[in-house]
């Protein structure tokens, strides 16, 4: 179980987050809400401490990972799968994934790449192709497979639908429901507040740096605000 | 024939200069313009060790690159982390800055007047076919084509390599692998250090031993580098080797006065016509 209270990150005179708090419970989907510029990205990044928050706790099955370097965030299995996918333009799709497992012992490798095959298998067919000269679909694939690759406990995806094909989204989000079966928890942002809200179990809504609103899937659903502001009427 | 040869001695001096250039530019994205002067007070060491401890070559040489080493650690730690996220401009003004101190540093404790610096193997040049080469010169190549396959096993095949690769590409998405990009960049500059070691005491011989010897190489290894399009490793060596020939052609068949004159014009016109260098086909854009 991942949780953070009242976390607070400023960029330089930018108070990004106002004091967030939230929980991702095993096995659960999480979805983080909210329009450019709300903090859903800052909260990923914070997760992962890409970015340091000024105040605030944040723990990890009830240890404080706070000060802890983003590589061992990686090592606990937290794993981030940046915004606009950020896969290696210039390594091939194979060393994109080796790379995912990096931290892991060489042995497991072969066999987590045939798992994210069986996600993805037209990452199997790109292998030796170089990541840059993929489509938008097949590198946003790529880089959720990389994730995969470090044995996430808990995966944070940022924005897996940004650009992406209707059709191809829709792949995607039945994918992230797989990956969620098979006993990952996941904690995704998501501007498409429709498709989001439709996998996840429980739903923030983050407003200029703090939680405007809160709550399971059904409840969202049936907000009067939340139909006006995000789901479209 | 005798003058090609030559110039790829001298290219090889060039090629390892370019290589630990390109190396921590690669990686770190700053030009290291301190790297010819880290490397010629690594030569000072180990020809204070040759020369007042009595060591032998072989010792003196690798306690040296130790050296080469442990500074390169030191100007991580000490200057170049701290400005590691401010724009690159300034960072390249700090080396700028380190290239005078090291090298007023290594005035005031040698002096600047030149000395003579052993070679590694003493000996009279012996003849191949049309062309004379002293054995010195054979291990100078030698030790460049393995310290180039080196780094090209370590690059391709290990995990730090990888590591490296990674981080040139994109750090945010390194770090997220769980790749310490610190450890990263510390193993570059410690590796970049070393070859410009490697790199001065293969010069010292050739050119005397000064505080300013490696000056002239640093700009031909630069122009070596920028012709290799200064993102390719392969690209450092094969445009180190192309300006130490063209050098030495310009020096006999034009006049040794106008080879820089000549390097730069080179470098102009393969500019001209391929601005991304000969190597650097493959520029990285980022997405912002």
């Known amino acids: 179980m991942l949780s953070l209270s009242d976390v607070h990150v400023n960029y330089g005179h930018v108070n990004a987050l106002k004091g967030i708090s939230l929980q991702v419970d095993d096995g659960k989907i999480v979805s983080l809400l909210g329009a450019n510029g709300a903090g859903k990205t800052t909260t990923l990044k914070m997760i992962s401490r890409l970015v340091k928050p000024k105040k605030g706790a944040y723990e990890m099955d009830g240890k404080s990972m706070i000060k802890e370097a983003p590589s061992s965030i990686v090592k606990k299995g937290v794993i981030h799968c940046p915004e606009n996918r950020r896969v290696f333009p210039l390594f091939s799709v194979e060393e994109n994934l080796i790379i995912g497992a990096y931290n892991k012992r060489n042995k497991s490798v072969k066999q987590e790449m045939e798992k994210v095959f069986s996600y993805f298998p037209i990452l199997k067919d790109r292998l030796k192709q170089k990541a840059g000269t993929l489509s938008g679909g097949e590198q946003q694939m790529l880089a959720i497979g990389r994730a995969l690759m470090g044995k996430p406990n808990i995966l944070l995806l940022d924005e897996p639908s940004l650009g992406l094909a209707p059709k191809i989204v829709n792949e995607i989000f039945s994918i992230i429901k797989e990956i969620n079966k098979s006993g990952t928890s996941i904690l995704i942002v998501e501007q498409n507040a429709y498709k989001a809200i439709e996998i996840s179990d429980y739903s923030y809504v983050l407003e200029n740096g703090t939680i405007a609103l809160q709550g399971t899937s059904e409840e969202l659903k049936n907000n009067d605000e939340v139909r006006r502001l995000y789901l479209g009427g | ?288």
């Open chain 2, 1 to 288: 024939m005798q003058i090609i040869v030559s110039g790829l001695i001298f290219g090889c001096v060039y090629a390892l200069v370019a290589l630990g250039l390109v190396l921590i530019y690669k990686t770190t994205e700053v030009v290291n313009f301190a790297h010819g002067e880290m490397a010629m007070f690594s030569t000072f060491i180990s020809y204070v060790l040759l020369t007042s401890y009595g060591l032998s070559y072989v010792p003196a040489f690798l306690l040296s690159l130790l050296f080469a080493a442990f500074f390169g650690l030191a100007v991580y730690f000490v200057f170049m982390k701290r400005v590691q996220n401010a724009p690159h401009l300034n960072q390249v003004v700090l080396t700028l800055g380190l290239f005078m101190v090291v090298n007023g540093v290594a005035g005031l404790i040698w002096g600047y007047q030149q000395k003579s610096y052993p070679t590694a193997i003493e000996g009279k040049p012996f003849q191949i076919g049309s062309v004379f080469i002293s054995a010195n010169e054979i291990l100078i190549i030698i030790l460049t084509v393995i310290l180039m396959l080196v780094f090209f096993l370590i690059f391709r095949f290990t995990k730090i390599g990888l590591a490296m690769r990674a981080a040139s590409q994109d750090t945010m998405a390194s770090e997220l692998m769980g790749i310490k990009v610190t450890t990263v960049f510390m193993g570059t500059w410690i590796f970049g250090c070393v070859l410009g070691g490697v790199a001065g005491i293969m010069t010292a011989p050739l050119t005397f031993l000064s505080p300013n010897m490696m000056s002239e190489v640093l700009i031909l290894a630069f122009a070596g580098a920028v012709l290799g399009g200064f993102v390719s490793l392969p690209g450092a060596i094969f445009g180190g080797l192309l300006v130490g020939v063209f050098e030495n052609l310009i020096s006999y068949y034009i006049s040794p006065e106008m080879k820089i004159v000549f390097v730069f014009l080179l470098i102009i016109l393969v500019l001209y016509v391929r601005p991304q260098g000969l190597f650097g086909g493959r520029k990285l854009m980022k997405k912002v």
